[in-house]
């Protein structure tokens, strides 16, 4: 299948939206964090490196192919990587996103979490949207091993937390993707805010009758 130019033109201008309104309520600060869409021919469009996601132009959006080769636009992030990870293992998804959301990140530093799973489903819409949430090692942004760990778990989960460093989700489009890491975002501060209080979380059935099956996005 091949890539209209409507369909990239709609994608390039909904990853500038997306960007701009991720960056203007304070979920990715400075150059930080990145967006990407795969489009119908397999290519992808993808964030540059250095520019915030509240300056995106979309004319300058990179543009690789379904190999990774950069075709055109500026030069892409750094850490695409991880989205090429998520989509070779994940090939019904179509849009990944990377955020250094603050409360994310922070509970990605903490000392005592369950690394298969780091967040209680506080809530349904985090059951529905993220369902398990798996923490990969700190590497080094841009070492090969950080690509090998997320490869790993891409397949079960499509939302994973990266070590001292913030989370990656992808979706079967932008606006799920978009929606998953905001409630991710939420649930993180929640948990936070809660810290030394009793919590109730769903239970296990109730949050199993929730989550999207092993491998799929919601």
């Known amino acids: 299948m091949t890539a209209t130019l409507s369909e990239a033109t709609r994608q390039r201008d909904l990853i500038a939206a997306v ?3 991720l960056f203007d309520r304070g979920l990715t ?36 192919d379904a190999d990774g080769t950069h075709l055109s636009g500026d030069r892409p992030t750094k850490e695409a990587f991880l989205h090429r990870c998520m989509y070779c ?14 409360h994310a990140v922070g509970v990605s530093i903490l000392r005592d979490v369950d690394a298969g799973d780091v967040l209680p489903p ?6 529905m ?17 950080l690509a090998r760990a997320v490869q790993a778990v891409a397949g079960r ?15 079967r489009d932008l606006k799920t993707a978009q929606f998953a ?15 030394g209080h009793a919590l109730r ?18």
């Open 19 to 21: 960007g701009r309104s």
């Open 29 to 64: 600060p400075g150059a930080t964090g990145n967006i990407s869409v795969r489009l119908g021919d397999g290519s992808t469009l993808m964030t540059p490196t250095n520019v915030a996601l509240g300056d995106l132009d979309p004319a300058r959006l990179s543009h690789l």
């Open 89 to 102: 293992e994940r090939p019904g998804d179509h849009a990944v996103v990377h955020l250094h959301c603050t």
């Open 122 to 127: 506080l809530t349904a819409y985090y059951a």
């Open 129 to 145: 949207r993220v369902g398990r949430l798996p923490m990969v090692p700190y590497y080094p942004p841009g070492d090969a091993d």
């Open 157 to 171: 989960h499509h939302a994973v937390l990266l070590a001292n460093h913030g989370p990656v989700v992808s979706g």
């Open 181 to 195: 890491i905001e409630e991710l975002e939420e649930t993180a501060r929640l948990f936070l805010m809660l810290a």
């Open 201 to 218: 979380p769903l239970t296990e059935e109730q949050a199993a009758a929730l989550r999207p099956a092993p491998g799929a996005a919601p």
